[in-house]
């Protein structure tokens, strides 16, 4: 059984940092794109960040650009978003997801792609 669980989120105030991480079971993550997703209420997932071959592809959202950096412990088969200058518009639930074959540069963050997803942690900015 493939399971994705989150970890790290909270409440902080502008400025701050947040660390995410997603522990992946059941799958070798290093197989996978592995991607932070975000959803706040009535509005559609938006691709954070995403990672594939411990490295070799990091993309990220325009929004979070030089703010945020994934990174992946192969060894841990974990994901981590380390989230820096956090903003009250970076408010939201994130996921973390993992994907097969298929995806590229042109296609990461399209939720539909990804097969696993996990439960979500939220993250809460005060301003």
């Known amino acids: 059984q493939v399971q994705l669980m989150e970890s790290g989120g909270g409440s902080v105030q502008a400025g701050g940092s947040l660390r995410l991480s997603c522990t992946a079971s059941?799958?070798?993550?290093?197989?996978?794109?592995m991607t932070w997703f975000r959803q706040t209420p009535g509005k559609e997932r938006e691709g954070v960040a995403a990672e594939y071959g411990g490295g070799i592809v990091e993309l990220y959202a325009d929004s979070v650009k030089g703010r945020f950096t994934i990174s992946r412990d192969m060894a841990k088969n974990t994901l981590y978003l380390e989230m820096n200058s956090l903003k009250s518009e970076d408010t939201a639930m994130y996921y973390c997801a993992a994907s097969g074959r298929g995806m590229s540069r042109d296609t990461w963050s399209d939720a539909a792609r990804y097969i696993y997803w996990g439960q979500g942690t939220q993250v809460t900015i005060s301003s």
């Open positions: 059941g799958i070798t993550a290093g197989d996978y794109w």
